[in-house]
């Protein structure tokens, strides 16, 4: 079973002693915001990271998910990716598409990666116009206080170093308010050359989710939520405030293991 809190900012964590456990109920959190969200909007608009998060996914292409879910409503989104060639192993859309997508019947054409023909500066470009024309059209929301598009769901993974999506600690990316997608080419971990969305469209979504699994991540987890440590103000983790949606941590025990326990009950 999981414990859970909620801290004062109204975040939730969740912590699971075993794997499979958090796998299971980060599908079934999936399943119910896609519900959800395809009976409010009839889509559902989902922005996925890469790197460990896609296997802490897979339950989705299993039953009950692969025949629940509703597949061809889902409009798919890169929260950030690695300049490279979609065949690329260090590519972001590869991993989804030989981990997930491949598997599910999600529709070709609702599937939204990045030009990998270009460089990072025009692809970053590209990204935010295709945005901007499905939220002209509504297949993504927009936000009710800014102009930025409101993801339904926004699913994170985190660095040791407290990196979410390409946002990395004191990196000037950070302080971007203007732009919906912006990019790197010195990223502090290969490759270097990156899309990313910005912090004001990451904190415009409906949900988000930071999937954190490991016990190299305690430190910064521990950062980020108890809101310690010198490095906390800087931690991109700790800068993802959704301003009007939900934010839920999903934790195993190795990456909780620093946090204050005392905060959790089941
Ligand atoms: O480089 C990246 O790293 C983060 C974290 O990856 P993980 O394997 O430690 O979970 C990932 O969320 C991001 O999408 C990716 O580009």
């Not at 996914?57 to 979609?86: H, N």
């Not at 065949?87 to 859309?93: E, L, P």
């Not at 901007?132 to 926004?154: A, E, G, M, N, Y």
Request: hydrophobic content about 40%.
């Amino acid at each position: 079973m999981a414990l859970s809190g909620a801290n004062k900012d109204g975040r939730e964590v969740r912590i699971y002693e075993y794997l499979d456990e958090l796998n299971t109920d980060l599908a079934d959190y999936i399943a119910e915001l896609s519900e959800a969200s395809v009976k409010e909007r009839g889509v559902f608009a989902i922005a996925l990271s890469g790197g460990s998060l896609i296997s802490l996914m897979g339950k989705l292409c299993e039953a009950p998910y692969s025949k629940t879910v509703d597949w061809a409503k889902w409009y798919i989104f890169w929260v950030d990716e690695r300049v490279v060639a979609k065949n690329h192993a260090d590519s972001n859309y590869k991993l989804a598409k030989d981990g997930l997508l491949s598997k599910v019947p999600v529709v070709p054409s609702h599937v939204h990666s990045i030009n990998d023909t270009v460089s990072a500066e025009k692809a970053a470009e590209d990204y935010e116009f295709v945005i901007r024309q499905l939220v002209r059209t509504r297949v993504i929301s927009v936000s009710d206080i800014s102009d930025c598009p409101k993801f339904d769901l926004i699913l994170l993974g985190m660095g040791p170093d407290g990196h979410v999506a390409s946002l990395f600690p004191n990196h000037s990316i950070l302080d971007e308010k203007e732009e919906w997608v912006t990019f790197l080419t010195d990223s502090p971990k290969p490759p270097p050359e990156r899309i990313t969305f910005t912090l004001p469209v990451i904190n415009s979504a409906s949900n988000v989710a930071i999937v954190v699994t490991g016990s190299s991540k305690a430190e910064a987890v521990h950062s980020a939520i108890d809101e310690v440590g010198p490095d906390c103000p800087t931690l991109p983790a700790k800068m993802v405030q959704p301003t009007k949606g939900n934010l839920v941590w999903f934790l195993d025990k190795a990456a909780a293991s620093k946090l204050d326990g005392a905060k959790f009950s089941e």
